[in-house]
């Protein structure tokens, strides 16, 4: 549908109003609802969006420590761009007319910050070099009985999953919440989000989905949609949906396993399929995976982005420690696919399901092409077998401080991703991490309470 026709499509409609919504640095839809009338009078420019979006966490708390906006600037509005290829309705709201929309209309740091504006600057460079990078997210998520009120009037506290037992590929778990599971599905497709394939995953009330690949830029839209989709959906239910990486240190962690291949500018042929089964891998697609390699441990806060992420990544816990990779291996960072031309890929095994899409994705896609710009190749053979058994390979950092001072003094990331986004993602981090300093948790009170 071009522009023209979906202008005088929104305009025909019985609607008075629509949505649109942007994402902020944590990959969390920030969004208005808008008259029809203030929409087709922005729809061919931009939209004034407080800036605050980028000059606050994920708890509406503001930062002290960025430039970009503050106090300082009295946090004045940017200036949003109505993205209409991005036009659904939504299905489970009257379909009511919904559009993403970034800040490509905005200049300086601020276009620099948005998470939007960096992959799409990212997929341009592939698109120069030739390449269309195909990508798709899975996510992981765990589902509570409840409503939002009840969980916060209980502090996160005796929270109950929809269902008990691990049960990991039950055809028996969900059935006991048909229409939950099945709207998640139907729903989400009719939002023009496809999943592939949903199911449960080992854990109480713990599902996984794998949403239909895309082109990246597109494949980051559907799932930044999935996940605030699910929360709707759910909450119809009078179920909480949380895609917290680790929640429980008993079970296991969330993730937002990332697959991707590149293909050519027509997308008619995998450029990582090699056709030989004696060599599995392109030579491009060994190059991309090197690079991948060779960045992980300079940009893991754009995987990892929040303290709990690091709860996730540990040994035994189907997730990655050290910057490695190995053929259809889940317990490496980078599994490889490698079967038909159509399936070859790789899976990032990094990113948790807290993740945001755009970062992990524009994260993924720099530094495999920063691989094949530099010719990088693979250095030492596959993981074969368990990668935790290994003892040499160097471990990637265990803590969101750690990871973030390692991104912060690093040559790599700022050539990937520039200097104006470096300096404000990594303050972002290391505010979050003062924050969580500051907190006294459950454990240190059972601890240190009564008996030190």
């Known amino acids: 549908m071009g522009n023209s026709e979906l202008l005088q499509t929104i305009r025909k409609s019985h609607h008075h109003k629509i949505k649109f919504a942007v994402t902020d640095i944590d990959g969390i839809l920030r969004g208005k609802t808008i008259l029809k009338d203030k929409f087709l009078e922005v729809a061919g420019g931009s939209i004034g969006f ?36 991005t036009y659904r309705t939504v299905p489970w709201d009257n379909e009511l007319p919904f559009f993403l929309a970034d800040f490509s209309a905005e200049q300086g740091p601020g276009f620099a910050a948005c998470p939007r504006n960096l992959l799409r600057k990212v997929r341009t460079q592939a698109n120069e070099m030739g390449y269309t990078p195909v990508f798709s997210q899975e996510f992981e998520w765990f589902n509570f009985l409840g409503t939002s009120r009840e969980l916060a009037d209980r502090n996160y506290t005796d929270l109950k999953p929809i269902t008990p037992g691990m049960f990991g590929y039950s055809m028996t778990r969900p059935t006991q919440f048909q229409d939950y599971f099945n709207e998640l599905f139907d729903l989400l497709f009719r939002f023009h989000v496809p999943i592939e394939g949903l199911h449960t995953e080992t854990g109480p009330g713990v599902y996984e989905a794998s949403i239909r690949y895309d082109e990246v830029l597109g494949a980051a839209d559907k799932a930044v949609l999935f996940k605030n989709g699910v929360k709707e959906i759910a909450s119809r239910h009078g179920i909480v949906a949380s895609f917290m990486a680790k929640w429980h240190d008993e079970l296991p962690g969330c993730s937002g396993h990332l697959h991707q291949s590149l293909w ?24 991309y995976l090197a690079g991948q390699l060779y960045c992980l441990p300079f940009i893991l806060p754009m995987y990892a982005p929040t303290v709990n992420s690091y709860k996730r990544l540990r040994e035994g816990g189907w997730t990655p420690v050290t910057a490695s990779w190995g053929y259809d291996n889940r317990t490496t960072a980078v599994r490889v696919i490698n079967g038909q031309e159509k399936s070859t890929r790789l899976e ?3 990113a948790g399901s807290d993740s945001n899409p755009y970062l992990g994705m524009a994260a993924s896609l720099a530094s495999g092409l ?35 001072r390692k991104m912060k003094e690093s040559k790599i990331a700022r050539e990937l991703f520039g200097d104006d986004f470096v300096t404000h993602f990594v303050a972002t981090r290391e505010w979050e991490w003062r924050e969580f300093s500051l907190a006294v948790t459950d454990w240190e009170t059972k601890r240190y309470f009564e008996i030190i």
């Open 50 to 85: 407080c800036d605050v979006i980028f000059g606050w966490d994920s708890n509406d708390k503001c930062y002290d420590n960025v430039k970009l906006t503050g106090w300082h600037t009295a946090y004045p509005d940017a200036r949003a761009r109505l993205d209409l290829s």
């Open 264 to 287: 050519d500018a027509e997308q008619e042929k995998n450029l990582f399929y090699s056709g030989n089964k004696k060599k599995p891998m392109s030579s491009l697609m060994e190059s």
């Open 348 to 350: 990032m095994r990094v």
């Open 370 to 404: 920063y691989g094949i710009k530099q010719g990088l190749k693979l250095e030492g053979e596959p993981t074969a077998g368990n990668e935790y058994a290994q003892t040499k390979r160097e471990r990637l950092p265990s803590n969101l401080l750690d990871a973030t």
